[in-house]
């Protein structure tokens, strides 16, 4: 969603300004249109008491979060992510990423995310003040289904864009959309990396097909009641009771076989 707002301010010649850090909450303007963009869920507090802002929060069902961040944790590179390349007493001297590597598991490394990043991640989640009049609620899941992007349409009304100016940015959207532009091949026949890396499995409820019965279980017990909160189930355990033990789908070479140290510290500064 990032890289669509960027298009859509370049665009429209609307700053865009990224405060993923703190300390950019600075570099926003104080007057004029801006787009703020923020990965994570928390922005500066005076946002939320200026009357002209506009917020558009996506959540997404933390089951899959969970996979994905795993998955993205192990390959990302430093100079985006630094806190999986700073070495901890905790793991032995060991980097989060190395330590994530070096499981010998899916299950042990979904085991080891849901207790570091995850949690932090879904503390984020159930934070956000839902229901706020200025902000424009919505989930990953409809934005993948909303094929005539009318969902994204509302939100750019709710920020106040005129229609030749919503036109515009349906189109970026439906660009970088995973059902649009961002579903085609490069030109080598390969997807993009960040498909690879940080969307997949970009299936609806995806979870499904990699949680075993044992990770179903622990997640239960330790999120099962914020996932009633999101939205996301109605009841705590009904769902993990669904799940009967299967074979598991098979892992990833990287994900059976830890790599040689030289690999695993890839990408520190």
Known sequence: MRRVWREIGEALSIPFVPVHNPQNWTRIPTKGRVIVANWGARFAPDLFDTPEARFLHVIRDPRDVLI???????????????????????????????????????????????????????????????????????????????????????????????????????????????????????????????????VAPGAKRGWRQVFSAEIAEDYCARFGAALVRLGYETDARAWCDAIAPKTAIPEPAHMVQPPPLGLAMGGMA
Not at 107 to 125: A, C, N, V
Not at 126 to 140: E, I, M, Q
Not at 155 to 167: C, H, K, Y
Request: net charge negative; glycine share 8%.
């Open 68 to 198: 994905s961040g795993a998955r993205y944790h192990e390959d990302a590179p430093g100079r985006s992510e630094r806190f999986l390349h700073k070495a901890r007493a905790d793991l032995g001297g060991l980097t989060y990423q190395q330590h994530l590597r070096s499981l010998p598991s899916r299950d042990d490394k979904l085991r080891f995310e849901m207790g570091e990043m995850h949690q932090r991640t879904l503390t984020e989640m159930l934070d956000w003040p839902y229901g706020h009049p200025r902000a424009f609620d919505v989930t990953f899941e409809t934005l993948m289904a909303d094929t005539g992007c009318e969902t994204f349409a509302a939100a750019l009304e709710f920020f106040g864009f005129d229609a030749p100016e919503v036109e515009v940015a349906q189109k970026i959207f439906f660009k970088h959309a995973l059902f649009g532009g961002f579903s085609d091949k490069n030109s080598d026949g390969t997807t993009d990396r960040r498909l690879n890396a940080h």
